[in-house]
């Protein structure tokens, strides 16, 4: 039956899924390997990029200044050879330069187009010391009437000529060799970071996992290497593991004391009950004497259930029968209603003793404190739906709810409430105990006040498939 009057939108909308039940929250956020890796590789990268630009600057005016001195060699050279041989000798001259040296010499014709040599910083500079050392008149070109190639036009006795050789042979920026360094550089460098960072990572990564697990309570899964070569991870791998050492002590002698409290006090308060009954006449004193044994021994429970250290082993259970066999003692008390709206064949994982034992608290919490001021019944709804891989459970009274302000105490071990909710006696320990099972099953718990009154308990459990 589909239940009327929870909404399940928002149900378990308060719970503190990062901080109750371990879940992870939907927010952006950089793990520290990649933190690390980012931040090396800005700075390999910064210095790389720095390093070229350094290299570039200091070869930058050398290598301009060399070119245009190999340039203006050859065509001083060419200009000696053809001013010095006669008209047969200048013919077999031009020939042989063409052809071993790839230099051609030709008129320069006053309708040839050129376009001006230097489109770059370096280019520039060597036309500049090109004219600087052949003089007025010099014209440096990168094609001439669209014949690429490096032109350079010179006179020779008033006459204007075009020399023209191959660029390749002066290549002033080095071609492609500074981009594939940079390309390889930053490709070891981003390798050398991503190293680096999972180094630094990974110590920190394994105590991030071994806390994890003592969070948890299994100690035995949470040492660390004791063993390793650096030596402040190895002093806090061996700090972390005494520690956890002492906290798995200090835990199983709890759990040692808390069952010898329990098995040394239940006997004699047997005894009491016993003798209470044989020997006080008086009725109503006998019951009295009777109710406050029974809450002693109701206390020691409590405490132990608190104290409980070990992970629950979780199976498919039914619901509906949970919900039975905890409201059965319920049916014949007067000041109590309960009203029950489940879906069909809910099953859940979790373990039946343990779930029975949180819904248990969760009504008798609902009975002690959640009665209606108008007609001192303590009206009880449960209600339960699947939503995905959850089964969505509240459990809701018609008191007169708790102070916001309380509300995030309300699980806090001994804590106490105002005495409109604390009028009867106990241990303080109820809906800590709830908690602390419900986060020990994988799921998450949490206490609001309802909208139209009373205070209801939202849990969240795994859903279990139907087999």
């Known amino acids: 039956m589909t239940p009327t009057e929870f909404d399940y939108n928002s149900a378990p909308a308060p719970l503190d899924e990062a901080a ?154 080095g071609g492609k060799t500074w981009v594939i360094w940079l390309v390889v550089a930053a490709a070891l460098s981003l390798a050398g970071a991503a190293l680096i960072a999972r180094l630094i990572n990974r110590p920190l990564k394994e105590l991030s996992f ?121 049916q014949d008390q007067l000041d109590v209603q309960i009203n029950v709206e489940l879906e069909d064949n809910l099953l859940l994982l979790a373990d039946e003793v343990e779930l029975g034992r949180i819904v248990s608290n969760l009504l008798e919490n609902a009975r002690r404190y959640g009665k209606s001021p108008e007609t001192g019944i303590a009206q009880i709804q449960i209600a339960a739906i699947s939503r995905d891989k959850w089964v969505l459970i509240k459990i809701r009274d018609r008191g007169i709810g708790v102070a916001p302000a309380q509300i995030a105490n309300l699980t806090q071990p001994f804590y106490r409430g105002e005495a409109a909710r604390t009028a009867a006696n106990g241990a303080g320990l109820g809906l800590a105990i709830v908690e602390k099972t419900v986060q020990r099953m994988g799921g998450a718990f949490s206490l609001t006040n309802a909208t139209s009154g009373g205070l209801s308990a939202n849990l969240r459990l795994r859903r279990a498939t139907n087999t």
């Open 20 to 173: 109750e039940a371990g879940i992870k929250t939907e927010r952006f956020s950089l793990s520290l390997f990649w933190r690390t890796f980012f931040l090396l590789s800005l700075l390999l990268l910064g210095s790389i990029v720095a390093w070229l630009q350094t290299l570039r600057s200091l070869e930058f005016e050398p290598r301009a200044i060399q070119t245009a001195q190999q340039l203006a060699s050859q065509v001083n050279l060419s200009r000696a050879a053809l001013v010095h041989s006669d008209a047969i000798a200048r013919t077999s001259l031009l020939k042989t330069m063409s052809a071993q040296e790839g230099v051609h010499i030709v008129l320069r014709e006053p309708s040839d187009h050129y376009v001006p040599f230097g489109s770059d910083a370096v280019g520039r500079q060597v036309a500049l010391h090109l004219t600087t050392r052949l003089g007025p008149g010099t014209v440096v070109a990168s094609s001439v009437n669209a014949k690429p190639g490096l032109w350079i036009g010179f006179v020779i006795n008033g006459d204007n000529y075009w020399l023209l050789t191959d660029l390749e042979r002066f290549n002033a920026a």
């Open 210 to 330: 071994a806390a994890s697990r003592v969070r948890e309570g299994d100690f035995d899964a949470s040492r660390l290497n004791e063993n390793v070569q650096t030596g402040e991870i190895r002093e806090v791998n061996i700090g972390f593991n005494r520690m956890a050492q002492r906290l798995a002590k200090v835990e199983q002698d709890r759990a040692v004391m808390l069952a010898g409290i329990s098995h040394d006090l239940r006997t004699p308060l047997a005894r009491l009950r016993l003798e209470t009954e044989m020997s006080v006449a008086d009725l109503d004193a006998r019951a009295h004497m009777a109710a406050d044994i029974a809450q002693l021994d109701a206390i020691i429970g409590k405490f132990l259930d608190y104290a409980r250290p070990e992970k629950e082993k979780l199976v498919p259970v039914l619901l509906a029968d949970v919900l039975d066999a905890c409201i059965y003692s319920y």
